[in-house]
């Protein structure tokens, strides 16, 4: 893995920078991309540069947007647009190399090893960068470095527009002094944790007890030691975007929420678009898990796993509902998140019987049989229990999941 060259892409307040890109009107002022743009209680997605600078950001509600910048441009999400865009900025990469992993709808690696050869990386950097900006009109960022987590750092490290270079060699002198809080894959409940026993800062981590964070936090206690000392040996994969491990959404809503009957509808609604996730990915799972964030942005999480995998709304509500209420304590609610796990080809998923299936599998039974017979004359699949047909989706006009993989899976 030595001698590695991984690029880091992010693009720079993405869903407003493309605002601005469609309406050059709109460049120089401040922007936000709003849920419910119209009402005070809406959230604000993302905002370009200008904005930021009037102290606005990502879950502010559009009320308080307004009250700290009255002169805030607020334009509700169009997702489609942002798709596009986001296909078009990586079909810009792939030109460079078919190296490519996309991981959200604005950010990526490049194993550009191979690339960088012939060519610089700070000159290879700099050409994307310039391709994307003069050809899409839209800012990005590059982090480069010997594996992804450095590279991700990286980029973080220069916005908007920045190219940073971070060597191993580096991180004692740049990362070490950080608060831990600040090492990318840390989320604050981890940094209180790794606070409780002592480590404050990216150094403390890299110098603890490799065998002793493995005991408090699993494989994950060896991994962030690892990537604290600049050791990460994942490899770029271009084909990650065919291995879905979950599917999920959440919303924020509009008020620190407490009224049991809204919850509830809040529940429903993110289990249909769990269920209809799950449907045209043809997946099932065994684990679900539900986020609940108070109104003091503390999360916490709570998973249940079944015999049985599940697909379906009524199944994934009745789970999730019930998790919630076996664990909330009243305490208002901000944010709302579903999750399917383990997740597998709902051909391949195998239900056990039981008082409340066995009937219909009695009933199956015959038609097992004549496809079995028919297969043992004809040859095996000549008669399928059912055709795929590629189903539209509305869930998939959203990119706060990874549904906008999909795209990258046509290309």
Sequence with gaps: ????????????????????????????????VAGNAKERRGIIVTSSYEARAHGIYTTMTVGEAKRKCPDIILIPPDFAKYRAASAAMFAILRSYTHLVEPVSIDEGYLDVTERSKTLHPLQLAQEMQQRILH??????????????????????????????????REISALLWPLEVIEMHGVGESTAKKLNSIGIKTIGDLAKADERKLQKEFGKNGARLYKRANGEDPREVDPNSIFDTKSVGNSTTLPRDETEYYILKETFEKLSRSVAERLKVKYLAGTTISIQIRNFEWQNQTRSKSVKNA??????????????????????PVRLIGITVSNVVDQAESTQQLNLFNFEQHIKDEPIVELVDQMAKKFGKGVVQRGVRVKKKSYASNTSFSKDFLEDHKKS
């Design 135 to 168: 050809e899409l009109d839209l800012p990005c960022s590059i982090g480069i470095a010997p594996n992804k987590f450095l590279a991700k750092t990286a980029s973080d490290m220069k916005k908007p527009m920045g190219i940073t270079v971070l060597r191993k």
């Design 310 to 331: 599940i697909q379906h709304a009524d199944e994934i509500f009745d789970l999730a509902w019930k998790l919630f209420l076996q664990h909330w304590d009243e305490t």
């Design 1 to 32: 893995m030595a001698g590695r060259v991984i690029f880091h892409i992010d693009m720079n307040s993405f869903y407003a920078s493309v605002e601005q890109a469609h309406d050059p009107s709109l460049k120089g002022k401040p922007v936000a």
